[in-house]
């Protein structure tokens, strides 16, 4: 049974930077992929950066430049290093597992339950 658990949300000011963790418990599955989704009230999930067995990565465009995917295939772990935020990254984010680069969303088969992300101006 896989089991997602997020962590390392909370509150920053504009400009800052905080690190999501994600525990893929059981997930076995070596070739694609573990993902961040973040989704704000109103919208539906999007995509916000993706990374397959082998380490190929994808971003949305919102984001290239200043989240970083990366993981630990021992153990399991996929991080997302968020850098120089903006109010506009404020969102609930989900780890999600065994789907395909940036989504949709429905694409994927495995979800955490989210940890919310809440930069100031």
């Known amino acids: 049974q896989v089991h997602l658990v997020e962590s390392g949300g909370g509150s920053v000011q504009a400009g800052g930077s905080l690190r999501l963790s994600c525990t893929a418990s059981g997930y076995t599955n070596s070739a694609c992929c573990l993902a961040w989704f973040r ?70 088969k495995y979800w955490g339950q989210g940890t919310q992300v809440n930069v100031s101006s």
């Open 39 to 108: 989704r704000v009230p109103g919208k539906e999930r999007e995509g916000v950066a993706a990374i397959s067995g082998d380490g190929r990565t994808s971003y949305a465009d919102s984001v290239k430049g200043r989240f970083t995917i990366s993981q630990d295939n021992g153990k399991k772990i996929v991080t997302l290093q968020m850098n120089s935020l903006t109010p506009e990254d404020t969102a609930m984010y989900y780890c999600a597992a065994d789907g395909y680069g940036l989504g949709p969303f429905y694409e994927y």
